[in-house]
Antibody, heavy 122, light 112 residues
Framework: QVQLQESGPGLVKPSQTLSLTCTVS??????????WSWIRQPAGKGLEWIGR???????NYNPSLRSRVTISLDTSKNQLSLSLTSVTAADTAVYYC??????????????WGKGTTVTVSS | DIVMTQSPLSLPVTPGEPASISCRSS???????????LDWYLQKPGQSPQLLIS???NRASGVPDRFSGSGSGTDFTLKISRVEAEDVGVYHC?????????FGPGTKVEIK
């Protein structure tokens, strides 16, 4: 059974770069049959889709974050990564990674990590 | 971006009674391939979201059959035939027809 675990620094200073990883266990991240997404949720608010690494090798980003976000795959470590530059307090949120099992055919996410909380503060 | 709205935003329910949540999109979620890309997720207190229903009406593995989804175009509904205590949490709808995928604001279901 595939499981996802997000990790990263809980506290980031304003204007710095946030770097998170999502470790996949119980399956290969490079099987090519799945998409891997990042989603975030500020406390008490709704969910925001950040972007995804498509199993076909391309990446989709939310245009609202595109200039600051990079999503990548490290197949040797079975990890998905997120980099967000020039962070502000508005980037404070719980960050989730999630899997789309049908490589974008259905665009739904059937496995989610537990999330990691990131606070942007000096 | 496609804007998703939900109603109600808060839904007190009585165990054993039915419940219904509405989700509307600012554009049709019907894609040219004939599929409609609307999903429902439940986020139980203190947990990450879990998939309930994909593509309008397909229950995810392990989801009880008291949950059902329906709708087309821009109007969608999630129904719980008989609410149980374990169904409390925030229900999110999400559109996957257009990048960026977008979520509704969430409907908080709680026991009366």
């Amino acid at each position: 059974q595939v499981q996802l675990q997000e990790s990263g620094p809980g506290l980031v200073k304003p204007s710095q770069t946030l770097s998170l990883t999502c470790t996949v266990s119980g399956g290969s991240i490079s099987s090519g049959g799945h998409c891997w997404s990042w989603i975030r949720q500020p406390a008490g608010k709704g969910l925001e889709w950040i972007g995804r690494f498509h199993g076909s090798g391309y990446i989709n980003y939310n245009p609202s974050l595109r200039s600051r976000v990079t999503i990548s795959l490290d197949t040797s470590k079975n990890q998905l990564s997120l980099s967000l530059t020039s962070v502000t307090a508005a980037d404070t949120a719980v960050y989730y990674c999630a899997r789309d099992p049908e490589n974008g055919v259905g665009n739904y996410m059937d496995v989610w990590g537990k999330g990691t909380t990131v606070t942007v503060s000096s | 971006d496609i804007v998703m709205t939900q109603s109600p935003l808060s839904l007190p329910v009585t165990p054993g009674e039915p419940a219904s949540i509405s989700c509307r999109s600012s554009q049709s979620l019907l894609y040219s391939n004939g599929h409609t890309y609307l999903d429902w997720y439940l986020q139980k207190p203190g947990q990450s979201p879990q998939l309930l229903i994909s593509m309008v009406s397909n229950r995810a593995s392990g989801v009880p059959d008291r949950f059902s989804g329906s709708g087309s175009g821009t109007d969608f509904t999630l129904k719980i035939s008989r609410v149980e205590a374990e169904d409390v949490g925030v229900y999110h709808c999400m559109q996957g027809v257009q990048i960026p995928f977008t979520f509704g604001p969430g409907t908080k279901v709680e026991i009366k």
